[in-house]
């Protein structure tokens, strides 16, 4: 019986006067349950994005091809975050999918993780003409789409891209520099924070530091149970 099936039922008996029901263990199908969560998960983010496709609260509508809402694993228990999507991202709406999300990529499979086991987004959801930094106004905009996810997603580990996107979610000034040498709890979630793969394409000298704080969230993700349903 899944969990859908389940409720209708005990609220049958609840209308039909049962107050109490005296019943024996019973091994429950976890793994059915599971899948019945994911799916709900996986609907509702679509139906978000479907829902927000023709967000016209701040200017960076005017343009937006596509929106970019976020993609990957419903139920992740890592999530990363950039700050606003690029020129490829527009035309796709998807995350990271330019030469800034192919390095991505290079550095999830570096720490044995793919994009189907996290989930990806971004600040705002649509591009920043010329790739500026978004606009207070703009993040403010957005941050209840974000919020929703992380609610919907529920993850146990974050990781920050970039300064904008850190500074922003941590709600600090701090360098980029100081905000990654530590761990930090957003909504009760541990945090780290790592340079924008699209810095670490122009400037070498931040590979080696962005491997160390890889390497903490790796140590830090393949630590954590398995989520409890």
Request: overall charge neutral; proline content about 5%; some cysteine.
């Amino acid at each position: 019986m899944s969990v859908k099936a389940l409720n209708q039922y005990l609220e049958f008996l609840k209308i039909a006067g049962v107050q109490d029901i005296f019943i024996k263990s019973i091994p429950i199908d976890q793994e059915f349950a599971d899948n019945d969560l994911l799916e709900s998960k996986k609907l509702l983010l679509q139906e978000l994005s479907e829902k927000y496709a023709d967000c016209q609260k701040c200017e960076l509508h005017q343009g937006r091809i596509k929106l970019v809402y976020g993609q990957g694993n419903a139920d992740a228990k890592l999530m990363v975050i950039g700050e606003a999507p690029g020129a490829e991202e527009n035309k796709s709406g998807q995350a990271f999918v330019g030469k800034a999300g192919q390095l991505l990529d290079r550095q999830l499979k570096a720490i044995n993780l793919t994009r189907e086991e996290i989930y990806i987004a971004n600040i705002v959801k649509c591009r920043p003409p010329g790739n500026r930094d978004p606009h207070p106004v703009e993040m403010e905009a957005c941050m209840p789409y974000l919020q929703e996810q992380i609610e919907i997603i529920q993850p146990q580990i974050f990781l920050f891209l970039g300064r904008i996107a850190a500074q922003a979610l941590l709600n600090t000034t701090t360098s980029l520099g100081r905000l990654r040498l530590t761990a930090h709890i957003l909504n009760g979630i541990p945090a780290y924070v790592t340079y924008h793969p699209a810095a670490v394409l122009r400037f070498s000298e931040y590979r080696k530091p962005t491997w160390e704080d890889l390497q903490k969230v790796r140590d830090q993700y393949f630590m954590l149970p398995s989520k409890q349903r």
